[in-house]
């Protein structure tokens, strides 16, 4: 009897931890934003966004120069809000990281387009505070097939935070190819 109770007990247990398994974590998002930071110092609304842009724009361009934003890419890529959508493709378990600027605006839309590919891959959108507080948002898993998806993420509250959207691929032979865009 406590062989039934205790092989129930740990099925229950890996099948509610299971899903968040599939969805990747927020941590190079959260350490870029944990630097710029530290480098700006406390947000105002009411400054230019452009050092901001101009600070991650540079350390990126440091970062990705010899890899030429190929699939080599060290680190976050940025996404600008507003700006045009990036796109791109993960490939075999590896994971794809974009961040954002402080946000100006209050909410932020957030669109994946998966364009093609087979592989199921798990999305997650968070929020960085200049208090350190990071924030999982939201949670989404594209299935593995060949279907096309589109899913749209809207975060509110979104004014003075950095926002960064985690992608990673769960499949070991196939691919994830996307287009991203936040506005």
Known sequence: MKMI?????FISAISLTAPAQNVPNCNQGEKLAENTWNKWGIWKPDISPIPFKTEITRMKRHWNWISSNSIA??????LDIGE???????????????????SYNNQVVITINKTDGRAETGVSICTHTEAGVTTTVATYVFPNG??????????????GKIISVAMRNNSVANQFEYRIKAE
Do not use: M
């Open 5 to 9: 109770f205790i092989s129930v007990l």
């Open 73 to 78: 890419t060290i680190g976050p890529r940025k």
């Open 146 to 159: 060949n279907d096309r998806e589109i899913k749209t993420f809207t975060i509110n509250n979104a004014k």
């Open 84 to 102: 045009e959508e990036k796109f791109g493709s993960i490939v075999g378990q590896s994971k794809r990281t974009f961040v954002t600027d402080p």
